[in-house]
């Protein structure tokens, strides 16, 4: 039988295993400290509210018959409306037709991208950044560039974090948001906002997201800007259930794109959510900034008494990261190498770049480490960096 | 201010709004039985058997919290392992590493075109077919083609229903089914088989799936199928479970475009179903295959009582649908148009179709209206015809 030439599209030709997953496969010890995975911690998750959430809607027949059925692809209008007013309590005034339920804020990043770049086309990033983003515009076939070193030629698209950013946990200014949106404007590129841990801030007060600056003089409906959210880091990350905001014709747009390539989000999901939001998204999201910040706090004091001088880092106001800036002439490859057979495992700077920046660099994630075990995760750390250096 | 011409990429461009969608908004008085939506009836829906599945779920600390929690891309290996014996029982041999769980045949489906099309490729279909893959096909730029009337020349990729086909409940003999495989491997197309109303079966025994043929003379890793299962009509489609299962380097590249596009399927959808199927399959399925059938005898019943010879239909083994093909000259837009206003609704038959063909046909789903309806139903459109017919 001869075998088959399986002959992938472009598209799919483009796509690779991403780089955080090969590293995954460094072997350690069974007492390894993960500071690799940014995921929810899951002991933090409302399962009570959960379990109250959905034996209330399966009680009533009719809610549980629809929370089983298809749905119109936008989403749930309660939910739609929901958001609208989360999104009013960050200065965006918004309506239902605004608003597109997504599964995830990784579909929102792909429905972006998809809807505007074609192979070819520029795309502005900061470096680091989030590499699921890096993927879907390598799929895309966009020629991806730094926004502050790409020259002034058009760009199809810009895609930013402005808030706890993921690696390196660090917020903008305001005149740095003003900023970005400068550079979007000049090069005629959309802006895609990735927002998803804005709601696990410990310090200060919320700045302005992208999308409220760019529509402070037009309206929504003529703004440049997709803002994503999510409930995977506020709620739970199981019920894939994110959101964009942005102009309504370019929502109508990304509306059918989804319609075609997966219907709708999930209706149970949806449900579930729309009972677990009737106390309001406060209640539920307090508990878990208070834990997130103790283990930040743990981290930073960890990083104070064990690591020392050997890096520097930031002082995130939020989210899960910190990020550790070693010696310029540092890899910090090696150093997981190191540290990995020493019981702590991290990820490397340079997966988060599209061009292999940041190679001295490290992302820490404390979201899922108990307080109590920082100090030794960074002992750790700190032994495979002496290791290294000889 | 001046406003944003907001400049999609040609994938986006080619997305159109559904025709079926467009009818939809035909108006019709407020008792009007609904023919067209391919709906599963959610009276049917195993809710207690839900209600327990979560409560029992939330009720272990541990399996509440994965539950919530992010999972891997190719999805539960619980769930992979129990499609892999379902379709054991279809004459297919797979492994769990040759199923990935989607969000739906429709991801499936998109998935797969665009993993194998590239703008201006050859895609060939059935006349009619399923119009959630025709959008999906355009999307891509495919070049449409009827798989009888193309020449001989290459194909990316070829869809199929053949079973209880969407939209005309046609079932294809074995000799069919190896026909259309030979027209693939002509071609040099990947096979789509989608197959989203197999477990709803009536009559007669089950035929080999294309991915079961496909397999007879070489490995599941050396198929040119893919096949797509869902949960949507035989459990509930608000899960948004299915699967596609092939060969085991395509099924990777597929999870590597899932991971891109949305990460995974719904982690407590997943969770929910695994509990669900504890008691297996056969037990959920056995009423709504009882339900499902009482509604067909009625459709065909009222349609030899009402409607006679003002058209002629096909007698459906299972799934939700009766093709009806009326006189030659008759449009069946125009019949709907009449229709509507005394109270039925159904599909027209081009709305399933890449070039406009099959206007004198509609399509009627009997899935969700209850049997005591079916003889007014049909007796509407009887009257439609006839004032029609003038």
Redo the contacts between chains.
Sequence with gaps: ?N??D???????GR????AIRALASVASPDDTIRLGPG??D??L?A?DE??DA??GL??D?KE????????PTAGSLELRQHICRHMAARGVEAAPENVLL???A??GI?LCC?????AGDRALVQTPTYP?AL??LA??GAEVADMDEAGSEKA?LLYAMSTFQNPTGVTLSQSERRRILGIARDRDA?VVEDDPYEALRFDGEPARCLLSLDAE??TID???TLYLGTFSKSI?????LGWIVG?R??IE?LT??K???????????Q??LVRLLDGGLEPLTDRLRAAYRTRRDGMLEALRTEFGNRGTWNVPDGGFFVWVTLPTDMDAVSLLHEAAPLGVTFVPGAAFTHDGACRNALRLSYSSVPVERMAEAVRRLARAFDTLIG
């Design positions: 039988m075998s088959i399986y002959r992938y599209s472009d598209y799919a796509l690779t295993p991403s995921e929810p899951s002991e998750f399962l959960f379990r959905i034996g399966f009680s027949q549980g018959r629809s929370a089983l059925q298809y749905a997504v599964s995830g990784q579909q792909h998809a809807a505007f770049l074609n699921g993927q879907v799929a895309c199809g959309i003089d037009r003529e703004t440049r739970a990350p199981g019920l894939r102009a014709p370019v747009k059918l794109m319609q075609a390539e997966d219907l709708q989000v999930g209706t149970l999901a449900a579930a």
